[in-house]
């Protein structure tokens, strides 16, 4: 789970373009949307879930109740994309 954890990070740095930011400044457990994590907002969401879907080629619904709680960190996208792959 830690190397698929890692391969989320550095796809939503490089899926998002985030220069200043490196894998190791993105802790697991910390908020994707929130100003105390990443800060990410929705146009974000959208590229990365466009990007996770050609990536781990993931189903995931626009309107899926659930989608808040898969992208609230590294942690539970990685818990996610592990679900799907199953």
Excluded at 13 to 22: A, G, V, W, Y
Excluded at 43 to 57: S, T
């Amino acid at each position: 789970m830690e190397a698929l954890r890692q391969e989320i990070k550095a796809l939503i740095i490089k899926s998002l373009d985030l220069e200043d930011i490196t894998v190791n400044d993105i802790e697991d457990d910390a908020p994707l949307f929130e100003a105390s994590g990443l800060g990410l907002d929705s146009i974000d969401a959208l590229e990365l879930g466009v990007a996770l879907r050609k990536q781990y080629n993931l189903s995931i619904e626009a309107n899926n109740a659930n989608n808040r709680e898969h992208f609230q960190s590294v942690s539970s996208l990685a818990k996610f994309v592990a679900q799907q792959s199953n």
